[in-house]
């Protein structure tokens, strides 16, 4: 018959039998245990400090290198400066532009190019004044002097103003009206 | 080698001769056989020693103890799934064994060891260990309702076991 409490008693005593032979306590015991630690804890902690070092000089090398940047960018200040100047060769270039420009129209016949008391010029007069521009320095509108202002009527309309102070070296200025 | 539990401090042998006896009887159990057994036992000190030299320590001795019994459990699953189809010593001497023998002194064990792995691992905590169910639930990692589920069944293939023999 079934008795529970009878069964695992036997069931204990059964159990109580099996036990770990000497054999394997002793294999057990023998097995390789502290002398790994130091290594283990000393390879690790090697391992974080040059982690470290490694995050720490990285660190400082990015720094240095913004600051660098920084100077850099207080040196690309000084070129921008500079660039004002070439913004002004830039209009010297299209104050060229428009000395061709003036160039064009007194060598082209069918623009109308009239003195400063509205009459047209004479085509003796167009070649002086061509004569003139081959060798001119053009200059801003601004330029103190005494000039001869011619009004050329082309698809645009401009005012070629030659100084005369200077025979030698004729400047104009171009203004577009 | 030192193993800290909590504010104690023991040496690994102390440890290998106190719990020794205790993990072999899980593992044979679970395994069925000697050779299977000592392979579990050895193989849950090495991982001891594998995970006290990483630096963890045990809140205190009963974890300690929870923990070899749950690496222990462990290591013999891995094992048995490895050699699935190979039958266990412990088996075949039952299908010899005479009626008379299993009515000797330890026969309640050989009647155990018809049964299935989990069955015999819950009976083993429960009635030799004295674990209570949720101790046994968190080593065996499992419900609390399944550990009494397996000793409910265990009891019950035993009685069937016992009267078909009587």
């Known amino acids: ?177 | 080698m030192d193993i800290q539990c909590g504010k104690s401090t023991y040496s690994f042998e102390s440890i290998v001769d106190k719990y020794s006896n205790m993990l072999m009887r899980l593992a044979m159990i679970r395994m069925g056989n000697k050779e299977d057994a000592e392979e579990v036992v050895q193989d849950t000190y090495l991982k001891l020693i594998y995970e006290v030299n990483k630096g963890n320590i045990f809140n205190d001795e009963e974890h300690l103890k929870a923990w070899l019994l749950t690496v222990a459990t462990n290591r013999g699953k891995s094992i048995l799934n490895l050699m699935w189809n190979r039958r266990t010593q412990g088996l075949d001497a039952l299908e010899e064994a005479s009626y008379e023998d299993k009515h000797n002194e330890g026969y309640a064990y050989e009647y155990v060891m018809k049964l299935p792995e989990k069955y015999r691992v819950a009976i083993n905590l429960f009635y030799y260990e004295q674990l209570k169910t949720d101790e046994i639930a968190k080593i065996m990692k499992t419900k609390e309702t399944t550990v009494r589920s397996y000793l409910h069944r265990g009891r019950e293939r035993l009685k069937e076991m016992m009267e078909a023999d009587a």
């Open chain 1, 1 to 177: 018959m079934w008795n529970e409490e009878e069964f695992f008693k036997d069931f204990a005593k059964a159990s109580d039998k099996i036990t770990a032979s000497d054999e394997l306590t002793e294999r057990l015991k023998s097995l390789p245990t502290g002398r790994k630690r130091p290594r283990v804890y000393y390879e690790r902690m090697v391992l974080a400090a040059a982690a470290v070092i490694l995050c720490v000089s990285l660190g400082v090398f990015g720094i240095s290198r913004i600051s660098n940047t920084g100077d850099n960018i207080t040196d690309s200040k000084v070129e921008f400066a500079s660039k004002s100047e070439s913004d002004d060769d830039m209009q010297n270039i299209d104050i060229s532009g428009k000395l061709e420009l003036a160039r064009k129209y007194v060598d082209n016949y069918s623009v109308k190019i009239t003195d400063a008391n509205g009459n047209e010029i004479s085509q003796t007069t167009r070649k002086v004044i061509t004569g003139q521009l081959k060798n001119a320095i053009i200059v801003s509108e601004d330029t103190q002097g005494e000039y001869t202002s011619y009004y050329c009527e082309g698809k645009k309309n401009i005012e070629i103003r030659i100084y005369s102070a200077d025979k030698t070296n004729i400047k104009v200025a171009v203004i577009e009206k």
